[in-house]
């Protein structure tokens, strides 16, 4: 599949890629969905179906805030502050710790909730915006968008389907 390269691709991308996620997410027994019964994020370590999850609600969140912080003229920590990008296992972990409170369900919703706010905040941008410069270093505005949320979204349906085989 090609990367987007305008508004109307980003959320078609995005769409799409959560639309097949959810159809498998939806498949995850509660009752095993915070076995940590599946490759983690980070090299050696085990996560559940609920981990992975609470990993994509923690980056949607991201993404909101990095746009949020540029919208108010802010500046954004690229991917969070108190991390640098060789430091992402340790970030998916507070992404699991962050939302391990939240049962399945709450997960779930969570998770459409926050890409819902995601697709609303794209709808109200231009294409120039999302596409028309540069904004974090090369990359602009819809391409890190992509980068952290429909590639996530499709590299997390593979994950779990591949989960969901292994579980019979």
Do not use: C
């Not at 498949?27 to 999850?53: C, I, K």
């Not at 706010?117 to 990359?139: A, C, F, H, M």
């Amino acid at each position: 599949m090609a990367f987007p390269d305008s508004r109307q691709e980003l959320l078609a991308a995005i769409s799409a890629t959560f639309k097949r996620l959810w159809a498998d997410l939806a498949r995850v027994p509660e009752a095993r969905a915070r076995e940590a019964s599946m490759p983690g994020h980070a090299t050696g370590t085990m996560m559940s179906p609920a981990d992975l999850v609470a990993y994509l609600i923690g980056w949607n969140e991201l993404v909101l805030k990095w746009l949020d912080r540029d919208d108010r003229g802010e500046p954004v920590d690229f991917p969070e502050t108190g991390f640098t990008w060789n430091e992402l296992g340790p970030l998916a972990r507070k992404f699991y710790a962050d939302h391990e409170a939240l049962g399945w369900p709450e997960r779930l919703e969570r998770l459409r909730a926050v890409k819902e706010q995601l697709v609303s905040t794209i709808t109200d941008r231009s294409n120039d915006e999302l596409y028309g410069k540069g904004w974090y270093g090369n990359w602009t505005k819809g391409r890190m968008i992509q980068f952290n949320t429909s590639s996530p979204y499709a590299n997390a349906r593979t994950r779990i389907r591949k989960w969901l085989k292994a579980q019979g």
